[in-house]
Structure formats: structure tokens, C-alpha cells
């Protein structure tokens, strides 16, 4: 990502329910039930988006484009503990400003397939979805066991005036326990995830 011009950013794992409440989520989102609240007006980031939208309005103020950043780091969210799904998860988040409206889309399948290559993951395919934040959302999901691995968005978007972004954008969002889970033809995130049992996959039975 370096190579192609993108800058890695770090981001505050805590966050105000005023970033949530920009974001669309208040507590009748169905997204508030699974957000993990450490006190009235804090809580720990169920996604990299708000911190994100924030660094969009202060790059926005650059004078150069395209403006490229991406982010690795945890999330949470008391998500359904099935065989996909961790309360704490490491998204890849990849931002691009400023590129024409028309090519948004291709620029998403191009970021996709870095990664995806990276990962070496050749078997996926794009569908599109409905979202409860972003409304319409390209995902990338991989032929083996038909499991999301990514979800991208296009801006202009009804969030960004809440942020004072105004300009076109893409963002795509990877889960690097499911790539790692599919690259490994694996059928469990567990092993994969955070945890004190399994470092790198391999079971601690010391």
C-alpha cells in the first residue's frame, strides 16, 4: 500500500456516541445493540469509519489528489459467535479521495483485488448488499464457503455532511481474521482471532 501511495494512519480505539450519531447510529440503529459502551458517552469502535470521516475533512484541506490513507486495527461488537463472527475483530479500512465519480467503482474492484491478492485469494466475486450504515455497499466475497471478506462504499454519500466531506470518495473495509481464515481453507475464525489459545493458527497446548 506504501508503494502505491497510500499512508498508514492510527486511530483512537475509543470513541464518543456524538462520532456514532454521525454515522446514522443512535439507539434505535439496530447496529446500538452490539456496540460495546464503556460509559454515557463512550465506547469502544465498531468500526474505523468515524475516525476515518474525520481524517477525510482534515485532508480535505490539502491541495494535492488523489488523497490516500488506510488503516489497520481492532473493533468490536457483541456479534453472534458463530463460526465467522469474533467480539473483537482487525479491520483494513482503505480510503481514496478525489478521484472522478465515474471511475469509482473500478478503482473499488482494483483495491479489492490488491488485497485480495496480497492474501492469496484468486476465487471471489462482488455482489452487491444493503447495509444498515451505508445503504448500498459493493462486497467482496470468497467462493469458498460463500463468506463476505469485505465491504466497500462510494462518497458522495448522505453521511458526509455530518463530517463536512464534499468531494467523491471510496472506502473498502477488510476483516483480516476472515482472509486469513479463507487463505488457510480454514472453517473457523477462532484460531485466527485474537486470542490467548492460538498464536499464528497454531494451538498453545504447552
Request: aromatic letters at 8%.
Amino acid at each position: 500500500l506504501h508503494l502505491q501511495g497510500f499512508t498508514g494512519v492510527h486511530t483512537p480505539t475509543i470513541i464518543s456516541k456524538q462520532a456514532l450519531r454521525k454515522m446514522s447510529i443512535d439507539k434505535d440503529h439496530p447496529l446500538s445493540k452490539q456496540v460495546f459502551w464503556l460509559n454515557e458517552k463512550q465506547c469502544l469502535r465498531p468500526m474505523l469509519a468515524p475516525n476515518l470521516y474525520s481524517l477525510m475533512q482534515d485532508f480535505g484541506r490539502l491541495n494535492q489528489r488523489p488523497v490516500r490513507f488506510f488503516e489497520i486495527g481492532s473493533c468490536f461488537r457483541k456479534e453472534s459467535q458463530g463460526a465467522n463472527h469474533t467480539n473483537e475483530f482487525t479491520m483494513l479500512n482503505l480510503v481514496e479521495m478525489g478521484l472522478p465519480e465515474q471511475d469509482r467503482q473500478t478503482r473499488l474492484e482494483t483495491l479489492a483485488a490488491t488485497i485480495m491478492k496480497a492474501a492469496a485469494i484468486s476465487d471471489y466475486h462482488f455482489e452487491r448488499e444493503t447495509s444498515e450504515v451505508y445503504g448500498s455497499t459493493l462486497d467482496v466475497v470468497a467462493e469458498s464457503g460463500e463468506i463476505e471478506v469485505a465491504s466497500g462504499a462510494m462518497g458522495p454519500h448522505p453521511l458526509d455532511a455530518a463530517w463536512g466531506v464534499t468531494e467523491s470518495w471510496v472506502g473498502i473495509g477488510f476483516g483480516l481474521e476472515r482472509l486469513l481464515m479463507v487463505s488457510k481453507s480454514d472453517t473457523s475464525i477462532g484460531k485466527w482471532s485474537k486470542n490467548l489459545t492460538y498464536i499464528d493458527g497454531i494451538c498453545l497446548s504447552i
